[in-house]
């Protein structure tokens, strides 16, 4: 039996896994194996599996020091895991704008918000596009990118997620690769690899930044002198059923990841042809991974309700909209409020956000054929009330 996601690969790593016992010390690591590959495709030094990509923000802020009374910027425009994660860290998030164009934190927009109390910085590298990490990292404050939604993508051929001091993905069900829930971190600093180990296993003592089981001797595991726990830690590991199928996943990334931007070249042919939807900007020399395609809805003549309730119509799967404002969700909004963010603003209530994961030609052509319907519905509209409100100007 196979979905469409989830292959013979998968199901033969479970059978192997639950076959063979959960794994002892003699039998195969399925979490040790998914980091060393994992390291290994993302040319990292260092990976480390845990059970979600909001808990790998939260080992990750702790790596770099972060705690109570610092500060980390972060962009309004995404899932709430990115703000979420800092105030696990006991810390303060504080929402700087984003780029009109690519959606995603800037150099421009981040300046406004460094002070003394900036500990971090956590851009997002939002639908698949990466955040430019380089230009971020001219502030000389610690990088964490929040690549949960960025498999693959690359700027000036480095990939991204692994430019910053950690980067952090996602295996949730929507993302490029998943087993259901899980995440991972990347990084090349052994001394940070170390701290996200401990944090994520109840700060063991035996651990260390390579993958693998505990070193410990059977004797002193079991004397009552010794000494586990020398650091503070949550219980974040993966585990090895998820571990099992996120390792067939990431052997099949590049064409999951490949498939997604095709997907994605179909719709971008189309959106550039049309006169009131603006898709997000690529920067030269970035590569998009397209979790999403993104555009926005350039005019006031259409609404978010009318275009999605359209494109249904002409047999669409539907889009998204954007998440509200992560500082315009009920909870930040009364232990934060007062932030204003004029451009996610404007974008948030604009934003369309095409689907990526179809797996056949047919299922593309059949959103294709939707969005082009669409698109000629609203233009007749438009151009045909535009003429009559300039025949009533006159
Ligand atoms: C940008 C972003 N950050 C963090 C997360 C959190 O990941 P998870 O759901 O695995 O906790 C997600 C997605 O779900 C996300 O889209």
Request: hydrophobic share 40%.
């Amino acid at each position: 039996m196979q979905s469409l996601r989830i292959g013979n690969e998968e199901l033969q790593y479970e059978m192997e896994l639950l076959s063979s016992g959960f794994p002892g010390k003699q039998t195969r690591s399925f979490t040790e194996d998914l980091e060393k590959s994992f390291a290994v495709k993302f040319g990292s030094r260092y990976a480390i599996a845990m059970c979600n990509g909001t808990a790998t923000l939260h080992a990750a802020l702790a790596a770099v020091g972060v705690g109570p009374g610092d500060e980390v910027i972060v962009p309004p425009l995404t899932m709430a895991s990115t703000s979420l994660a800092v105030l696990h860290a006991g810390a303060r998030p504080v929402w700087a704008d984003v780029d009109p164009e690519t959606f995603v934190l800037s150099a421009a927009t981040v300046t406004p918000h460094i002070g003394a109390a900036s500990k971090a910085i956590m851009p997002v590298s939002l639908y698949g596009l990466p955040a430019p990490v380089k230009e971020l990292a001219n502030f000389s404050l610690p990088i964490i990118e929040d690549n949960a939604q960025c498999f693959l993508g690359r700027i000036d051929g480095e990939i991204a997620g692994t430019i910053g001091a950690i980067g952090s993905f996602s295996f949730q069900n929507s993302k490029h690769m998943t087993c259901g829930e899980g995440g991972i971190t990347v990084t090349d600093d052994p001394n940070l690899a170390l701290k996200m180990r401990r944090f994520s296993s109840l700060g063991y003592d035996q651990l260390s930044a390579e993958p693998g089981k505990m070193k410990i001797e059977k004797k002193s595991i079991a004397h009552p002198d010794t000494i586990r726990h020398v650091d503070f830690g949550f219980n974040y590991r993966l585990s090895e059923l998820c571990a099992a199928v996120a390792l067939a996943q990431l052997e099949k990334l590049d064409s999951m990841v490949a498939m997604r931007q095709k997907c994605a070249q179909a719709f971008l042919q189309v959106i550039e042809e049309c006169p009131f939807l603006t898709a997000q900007k690529t920067p030269l020399g970035v590569e998009h991974s397209y979790w999403a395609v993104a555009a926005q809805l350039d005019t006031d003549f259409v609404s978010w309700d009318d275009f999605y309730n359209t494109f249904c119509c002409n047999g669409g799967d539907g889009f998204y909209g954007a998440w509200r404002l992560t500082y315009q969700e009920p909870f930040f909004a009364k232990h934060f409020p007062g932030t204003h963010c004029p451009v996610a603003e404007r974008l948030q209530k604009r934003m369309v956000q095409f689907k990526t994961h179809y797996q056949s030609d047919s299922e593309i052509d059949r959103e294709i054929k939707a969005l082009e319907a669409t698109i000629r519905h609203f233009d007749k509209r438009r151009t045909g009330i535009i003429g009559t409100r300039e025949t009533s100007d006159l």
